[in-house]
T-cell receptor
């Protein structure tokens, strides 16, 4: 199993550009999450999904969109990049929310200039 | 809203020393608490998960305790090694926050050979 994979590893965007951060898991997990981690801060939940076709907002959803068309994939979309979105983005998944651990991807480092 | 605090923010100890990391949370109505390890530039790796009905969990040299009523958890690391150097984060999943996990800002641990 590859676990949770994320692409790209690093990206520089100009203000106003769009991009999609990819996340894929091969563990057949229903629950998937997107977090952002700012320097010196903990992780904050952006969006999550409890299964294909179902998504919901987390603590900091503004400026982002997600979709979940398959169990494996959970892409995060930035429509109009802003400097405040400079961060490290982590995708995670779990088989049983609240009772099992979350597995994290290696992260995507995004710089918006 | 749940607030998670970790003290100290940074800790440096000589190899072989036993140490304790602290995590506190403001809302005691939680499903579980998890401790994670994060190496520089990497994702998070789960160390221990404690359900709300449990008092402690152990894995090798690690022991995590949970006192839900006082909103506190500790991670005890025995006989520390240089390979333990990393940032340690705790996260709680609350009963009234649905699928939201709230993370602390972490404790950066350095074990000196």
């Amino acid at each position: 199993n590859a676990g949770v994979t994320q692409t790209p590893k690093f990206r520089i965007l100009k203000i106003g550009q769009s991009m999609t951060l990819q996340c894929t898991q091969d563990m057949n997990h229903n629950y998937m999450y997107w977090y952002r981690q700012d320097p010196g801060m903990g992780l904050k939940l952006i969006y999550y999904s409890v299964g294909a076709g179902i998504t919901d907002k987390g603590e900091v959803p503004n400026g982002y969109n997600v979709s979940r068309s398959t169990t494996e994939d959970f892409p995060l979309r930035l429509e109009l990049a802003a400097p405040s979105q400079t961060s490290v983005y982590f995708c995670a998944s779990t088989i049983l929310q609240g009772e099992e651990t979350q597995y994290f991807g290696p992260g995507t480092r995004l710089l918006v200039l | 809203k749940q607030e998670v605090t970790q003290i100290p923010a940074a800790l440096s100890v000589p190899e072989g020393e036993n140490l304790v990391l602290n995590c506190s949370f403001t809302d005691s109505a939680i499903y579980n608490l998890q401790w994670f390890r994060q190496d520089p530039g990497k994702g998070l790796t789960s160390l221990l998960l404690i359900q709300s009905s449990q008092r402690e969990q152990t894995s090798g040299r690690l022991n995590a305790s949970l006192d839900k009523s006082s909103g506190r958890s500790t991670l005890y690391i025995a006989a520390s090694q240089p390979g333990d150097s990393a940032t340690y984060l705790c996260a709680v999943n609350g009963q009234d926050t649905g699928n939201q996990f709230y993370f602390g800002t972490g404790t950066s641990l350095t074990v000196i050979p």
